[in-house]
């Protein structure tokens, strides 16, 4: 299957992707901002995403939350999202309400300071705060996504530090960091929006450039640092985590090629051969046969800057130790390098990938998703159609040659997750209810 | 507030609204009664096939709770010609995903796979629910990992706080409390020769649909179902009636503990009413308004106004009898009882006054502008499909929703508030740290409170 894609970039710079598709009437709008937590400066962890919530706080013409008001009230759903290395927002509306959409985001790109205040930031910030309580702090092995990237990129490395951020550095944010942040990376020429579903494309592009078209472009973001990265590890890093949570787990990353090169696709196979669903080895091998495992999978982080990482993700069985699981797990991967991985494998792996792709494909919001991703990353949308060849070309030789290059002893981080010494049965029984009496 | 430099220039206005259907359907049976309900989808190869069987969990044996749940996993974990991993293998070789679940009244194996591959993989639909092998290993496996989700249960707030509220809700003998997959005692009592009978006594054709959403016709779906499924025995499973009466009918305080936790997961509400109610449509509307959105009141409150929260909403659950409605929340400990109040003021004052006629509209609009964006998926399409055989809904439900919602007056939500909101019956759960919310808790007056642990027992 391929889309039809349509590209133009506006005299500011913007990139804009078009997508038609009139099946229902239904348009996706999706801005994607090439600005993530690896932009953040020392200090200010969590910013990027702080900032996307300030982005629902109005705008010069539009007042807080009311963004979500007039999409909701068009029938539309909405939302955004931060991550390393890029920040998107998002409507899926009826098509005759296209305009609503685009206008939204153009006026919030195009003149978002005039509605920032400190109380609707100290507002935030808390409700950022009990984000990170909810998702992190309170939540079993909540933490793994900020101790990993931590554990497997250097210190200076702008992908190390914590993507929701520390609660003193959210506490240290001002409006004047909100100001710098968006004279910074809310730019035109800092962006993509893609249109995908019920439109036609002459004249959502008088729109956009209606919208769009007067909007500065910026003075430039500052370079990343040089985001390269040796291909391995060079050693097995090991962090042990205790943690309030009744099984161990262990997520165990490879430093794998970036989002999108050519050795990406045999890295991303060969983890749906590891972890992708009831069939994989490790499901069939830790669940069905070995039963060490009550829970098996594995995943790419997607960085498309320096490095990648794929994740293996393996919780254990009751009664199976932190150490054993950590065993169990390594022996398979070493029967991987050992014995290599078959064509059935790969077969099946890239079969699924196949028809998760095609069923994905018949949301607006996911091809537009997907339209910004490919432009953002690579100036090139029409990825998007090269995808699933791209997923086909990978041979089983590809999947053991990126098995040896990158899953060996000197290419592995641990980080295991253990019970605290006092089970927390006997915490929640006996001493609470002295206290309480 | 917002600056004073906010304005108000012109929003842009909507052209005209294309029309949408949901998409058409027919229903036929094969000659030996089971449904076949077919919505052809031709925008892209790919098709989804949803076997419903009425064998949810409220058919569940007492003492064996958790028998529906595991009997409709292990369709999936070995037939008699293929043990668990062949079969699994078979599948995914073809690129199709299955999977099977239950909720409260019905089961479903639910595939999805590329149209080119769908007669091979209809066939193995068939194979898994005509041929069930039960094999002693993995009975023995999928009992272990289910002792291995309520073990971790105890650790994770958010399900704890579900799972205790709904334990907390009803009486002892209903089965909407007891967890859906059972509890440790009740799996350990299932055994296969229980499993066999279930499957005997509820995988009958004469409750089985079998609906299929995408790139392909209704003859060739009728093709399909009548190789896989035709020569299947006739015969009905037994109807089975839930009982969904509430444990207390005062208001009451549960806290879970969890020592120095630093947020507590809050779940406020009481028995709401069936799927099939006639009210449905203003008490759906007035969910809305109340807290199914994220400009609804309870999250404007909790979260905009006061921070307290990163999101609270409310819900019912719509079951063939009465589900909770219940408001969830995760608050900061300290501010547990404040967060308490304002859902309650929230309660109180939807009962009290008519909704503003802009907040019925934002309501309306939403529900009624969104229905074409809930079913962009085959799989949503039959998942829709599956919720009209399972409360046997009229064929042009879908058709009428639209027309319905937007005939919802404020006067209808008032009532509907007043008539299917009970703030004296609420039951308050809290999984957090007792000693930062008990007393507080109490100074709110809310009702008598009890401390549990995190396998709900009574530690006071």
């Known amino acids: 299957m391929r889309i039809p894609i349509e590209t133009i970039r506006l005299p500011n710079g913007l990139f804009v992707t078009l997508s038609e598709d009139h099946t229902a009437p239904i348009v996706a709008v999706n801005l994607w901002y090439h600005v993530g937590s690896a932009n953040e400066r020392p200090g200010r962890t969590g910013f990027a995403h702080l900032f996307e919530h300030m982005l629902f706080q109005g705008s010069a013409d539009v007042e807080a939350n009311e963004h979500f008001e007039l999409i909701q009230r068009a029938g539309g759903t909405l939302n955004g999202s931060t991550w390393l290395e890029r920040t998107n927002y998002f409507e899926t509306i009826p098509s005759n309400q296209l305009e609503l959409a685009i206008w939204l985001e153009a006026n919030r790109m195009g003149r978002l300071l005039p509605a920032m205040t400190q109380q609707k930031l100290d507002t935030q910030r808390e409700v950022v705060m009990n984000e990170r309580r909810w998702t992190m702090d309170n939540q079993p092995y909540g933490s793994w996504l900020e101790k990993l990237p931590a554990l497997c990129f250097p210190p200076e490395h702008p992908f190390h530090h914590s993507l929701i951020g520390s609660m003193e550095d959210l506490a240290a944010a001002s409006l004047d960091d909100v100001a710098q942040f968006f004279a910074t990376y809310y730019t035109p020429d800092n962006a993509v929006l893609s249109v995908a579903g019920d439109f036609e494309s002459a004249a959502a592009l008088r729109l956009i450039e209606r919208h769009f078209g007067d909007i500065p472009r910026g003075t430039g973001r500052p370079p990343l640092p040089d985001m390269s990265l040796p291909p391995i590890f060079g050693q097995w890093k090991r962090e042990v985590s205790p943690d309030e949570i009744m099984l161990p787990r262990l997520f165990l990353a490879f430093r794998s090629p970036a989002f999108g090169t050519p050795e990406y696709f045999a890295a991303s196979v060969c983890g749906a051969v590891l972890g992708l669903r009831n069939g994989s080895r490790l499901r069939r091998r830790l669940m069905r046969e070995r039963q060490v495992a009550a829970e098996a999978t594995a995943f790419t982080f997607d960085l498309a800057k320096g490095t990648d990482l794929l994740v293996v993700d393996v919780t254990a069985r009751p009664g199976i130790a932190a150490e054993q699981l950590e065993q169990e797990v390594a022996y398979e991967i070493d029967a991987v390098l050992r014995d290599g991985i078959d064509a059935a494998e790969v077969e099946r792996a890239v079969a699924l990938v196949q028809t998760s792709f095609v069923s994905s494909m018949q949301q607006a919001g996911e091809r537009a998703d997907r339209l910004s991703l490919f432009a953002t990353y690579f100036g090139a949308p029409e990825l998007v159609n090269e995808e699933v060849e791209r997923y086909q070309a990978v041979t089983v030789d590809d999947v053991n040659r990126f098995a040896h290059e990158r899953l060996g002893e000197n290419n592995r981080a641990s980080l295991l997750y253990v019970p605290r010494d006092d089970a927390p049965g006997e915490l929640v029984g006996a001493g609470v209810a002295a206290e309480e009496q | 507030m917002s600056a004073p430099t906010v304005g108000k220039a012109a929003r842009p206005l909507p052209g005209r609204p294309r029309e949408y259907q949901f998409p058409r359907f027919t229903r036929r049976r094969l000659s030996n009664g089971l449904e076949l309900v077919v919505a052809p989808v031709t925008k892209l190869p790919i098709v989804t096939v949803a076997v419903v069987v009425d064998a949810g969990s409220v058919c569940d044996p007492p003492g064996r709770e958790g028998t529906a749940q595991l009997t409709a996993k292990l369709l999936i974990e070995g037939t008699q010609a293929s043990d668990g991993a062949e079969l699994t293998e078979r599948f995914e070789r073809l690129g199709a995903t299955i999977d099977a679940e239950t909720d409260w009244d019905a089961a479903a194996i639910t595939m999805t796979a590329l149209a080119e591959h769908l007669p091979a993989a209809f066939d193995l639909l068939g194979e898994v629910l005509r041929t069930p092998a039960f094999r002693p290993r993995e009975v023995a496996r999928l009992k272990a990992e289910r002792i291995a989700e309520l073990l971790q249960l105890r650790a994770e707030p958010r399900g704890l706080a579900d799972e205790l509220f709904s334990r907390f809700l009803y009486r002892e003998s209903s089965r909407y409390a007891h967890p859906e997959g059972g509890d440790e005692r009740c799996v350990e009592a299932i055994e296969r020769e229980h499993l066999m009978a279930f499957y005997e006594t509820r995988y009958l054709p004469g409750g089985v649909s079998v609906i299929v959403a995408g790139d392909i016709t209704a003859d060739r779906a009728e093709e399909l179902a009548h190789r896989a499924f035709g020569d299947w025995s006739r015969g009905t499973p037994p109807t089975v009636v839930g009982d969904d009466l509430p444990a207390r009918m ?211």
Not at chain 2, 301 to 330: I, K, M
Not at chain 2, 349 to 370: H, K, M, N, Q, W
Not at chain 2, 451 to 457: E, H, I, K, N
């Open chain 2, 250 to 460: 005062q208001r009451a305080v549960h806290i879970v503990a969890k020592p120095d936790a630093p947020q507590s997961e809050l779940r406020i509400g009481h028995v709401g009413i069936p799927r099939n109610h006639p009210d449905f449509f203003p008490v759906n509307v007035m969910n809305a308004v109340l807290g199914g959105l994220f400009n609804s009141r309870i999250n404007l409150n909790l979260r905009e106004a006061h921070a307290y929260t990163y999101g609270a909403f409310s819900s019912f659950d719509w079951r063939r009898q009465a589900g909770p409605f219940v408001v969830s929340t995760a608050v900061k400990s300290d501010i547990t009882h404040a967060a308490a109040r304002e859902v309650l003021i929230e309660i109180d004052r939807i009962r009290a006054e008519a909704i503003s006629p802009d907040e019925l509209s934002l309501a309306t609009s939403y529900l009624d502008g969104v229905f074409p964006i809930r079913f962009e998926t085959t799989a949503a399409i039959a998942a829709a499909l599956s919720v009209l055989v399972i409360h046997a809904m009229p064929d042009d439900y879908y058709d009428r929703y639209r027309e319905r919602v937007r005939a919802i007056t404020t006067e209808q939500i008032l009532q509907a508030a007043q008539r299917y909101l009970h703030p004296e019956a609420l039951q308050l759960v809290a999984v957090g740290d007792p000693a930062a919310v008990r007393e507080p808790l109490a100074g709110l007056g809310f009702g008598p409170i009890t401390v549990y642990d995190a396998l709900g027992q009574p530690t006071t």
